[in-house]
């Protein structure tokens, strides 16, 4: 640190993996002064003399130069692991910071620990935001999505820096927009992973029907998700599939069939599969998808059991071209099923946990610079542009038009691959959610019937109003007395 350098930087940022060095390079693009520190700190040596050469980036070997460096209020942005290093940075910058200063955790937090980092920081007067940031490596570097929640107070202070940083839609719209309190900008992020979860699935679904029931090459696959995306199925991840399953190793043999199928995960599909079940909401797709990867990860018992376990040897027989488009159409209305789960369990959210959160907002900061950027989003930022209190993506009149015209082919192609023995549990479970959705009688009142009798759980009746809960003696010898647990 130089005597030039004190009290002059905008913001800092603790953690130099990937995505901390590329979110500091793209704050330097845009004229913020950054300060760089890693708790390694010889890696702050190497970023300055590496990638950081020739820019105004500045480095700081502790957590007091760090302070020392930035203008009041002071704005610090960890990019660590999620979890214990959180906290712990947290505890090494408190000494140092003073009420009114930021701290900005840019990491997959769980959104409760945002939650109860805001409260106890609250009350030694530091602002506190948990701010999802999504697009990978490339997205930090060149323009990512922010989703930023917390102490509103913070927002007008790292409003300039985030907005700039973030990726920009067709009409210059910033990728980033304040969510809401608490944890509300990590809840979003861990609904955009669980969603990415889904879309990946249904992916891989679309491309195994393909190469293990038609038969086609990875250079004829790589073709069909290039002219998908061109159409309602354009994004990020249509791209890329087309841009992988086109890679070839250094033998000149397709690299994708090299990997094994063994997919990992690093927490946020399962957390929100927990947090909808703990709000009641059926994000059913988005739980199939990270089934999907458990069992996956059952690598060696999947070839034991392919060897005695026998399906159906029904092999292709048909038009490829139509299939291939019916495909199409299951993995559109599948993926139409899986935002419209992910936005009812945001709006659950929302009302559990008191955040007013604007879900066309929301569409917008996915639009670019996220995983899950597509030209789909645009439709569900119209849906509620138009309709702000929308309940359903699926009662939206595009989207019912949408489903009309593509669920002969999704039944179809669900049949299908049944017959055929391949799994497609994402695409199965939407359609399984989509009729239950439209299905005004479920034979949930066996169900609730079956719980009266065994446990004396009640029931309600058609003919009572809401709320009038009844027990009947079904045997004769089990009495009057109800159970108090019923909660429908």
Sequence with gaps: MTPSDEATADIAVIGLAVMGQNLILN?????????AFNRTVSKVDDFLAGPAAGTQVIGAHSVEEIVALLKRPRRVMLMVKAGEAVDQTIEQLLPHLEAGDIIIDGGNSLFTDTERRLKDLSTKGILYVGAGVSGGEEGARHGPSIMPGGSPEAWPHIKDIFQAIAAKVEDSSPCCEWVGEGGAGHYVKMVHNGIEYGD????????????????????????VFGDWNKGELDSFLIQITAEILAFKDTDGQPLVDKILDVAGQKGTGKWTVISSAELGQPVSLISEAVWARCISALKEQRVAASKVLKGPDAPFSGDKTAFIEQVRQALYASKIVSYAQGYMLMRAAAEEYGWQLNYGGIALMWRGGCIIRSRFLGDIKAAYDMNPGLTNLLLDDFFIKAIAETQTAWREVVATAAKAGLPVPAMSSALSFYDAYRTDRLPSNLLQAQRDYFGAHTYERLDKPRGEFFHTNWTGKGGTTSSSSYNA
Excluded: C, P, T, W
Aim: glycine residues 12%; proline residues 0%.
């Design 27 to 35: 704050m330097n693009d845009h004229g913020f002064k950054v300060v």
């Design 200 to 223: 990946m699935q249904l992916i891989g679904e679309a491309y195994q029907l393909m190469r293990s029931y038609l038969g086609l090459s990875n250079d004829e696959m790589g073709a």
